[in-house]
């Protein structure tokens, strides 16, 4: 099992709120990942970052921002969500390559919706 | 980094063998291929990875020819259970941009 948590899981909140959605893991992994998926629609990688104090823009343009202060925590901000922000978001962490299969570990993701 | 491509949906029936192609012309030397399996409201889950000639394990068989300019990925005997997405991704040592593709839509009838 992956020990990799998002939290919340459910959110509903109004239009102008900071929310800040948080990620987790336990393995000691250094690269970690955001996706932002829409229902039946392919994932989107909008941040990633590959160890402590590192982040870096995914492919798609995301208003949401990153940290990385501590290996195992990888928190995603929005400063004011929009109804456009309504989204599953989807947390990752990778082994790296060279000790395995590279795999990415994802989280049960966390759903935004935003009125 | 392999841009991949892949077949936009597959149908099934129960215990009939899939065959699901993904195609990576450009494919860099480095490159590996890895499958994935995502389910509704469920984040992805690894399958199998290789990098040339064949890969087995519990769950799929994954094909790469010579060229390596394409991947099939070979489930066995599906169930109901495997209705879900399935994706093809190039990655490298370095890699640290991970992208998904389009997937492939599984779709698995009694």
């Known amino acids: 099992e992956a020990d990799i948590y998002q939290t919340p899981r459910y959110l509903v909140i109004g239009t102008g709120k900071k929310i800040t959605l948080e990620c987790s893991q336990t393995m000691g992994h250094d690269k970690m990942y955001w996706y932002q998926q829409d229902p039946g629609m392919e994932l989107h990688l909008i941040h990633y970052?590959?160890?402590?104090?590192?982040?870096e823009k995914g492919d798609l343009s995301s208003e949401s921002t990153v940290s990385r202060i501590r290996t195992e925590h990888f928190p995603l901000t929005l400063e004011s969500a929009r109804p456009s922000h309504t989204s599953q978001y989807l947390c990752?962490?990778?082994?790296?390559?060279?000790?395995?299969?590279?795999?990415?570990?994802f989280g049960e993701g966390s759903r935004l919706t935003v009125l | 980094l392999a841009k991949t491509t892949q077949p936009i949906s597959m149908d099934s029936y129960e215990g009939q063998e899939v065959n699901i192609t993904c195609s990576h012309n450009n494919i860099a030397t480095n490159d590996y291929i890895t499958w994935y399996q995502q389910f509704p409201s469920q984040g992805p889950r690894f399958i199998i990875q290789?990098?040339?000639t064949k890969v087995t394990n519990e769950v799929a068989s994954l094909f790469i020819p010579a060229d390596r300019k394409s991947s099939t990925l070979s489930l066995p005997r599906v169930s109901l259970s495997d209705t879900a997405v399935y994706y093809c991704l190039g990655r490298t040592y370095n890699t640290d941009k991970l992208i998904f593709g389009t997937g492939t839509r599984l779709q698995v009838f009694p």
């Open positions: 290789g990098y040339k």
């Open positions: 990752a962490s990778s082994e790296p390559l060279e000790q395995g299969a590279g795999e990415l570990f």
């Open positions: 970052s590959y160890g402590v104090n590192s982040t």
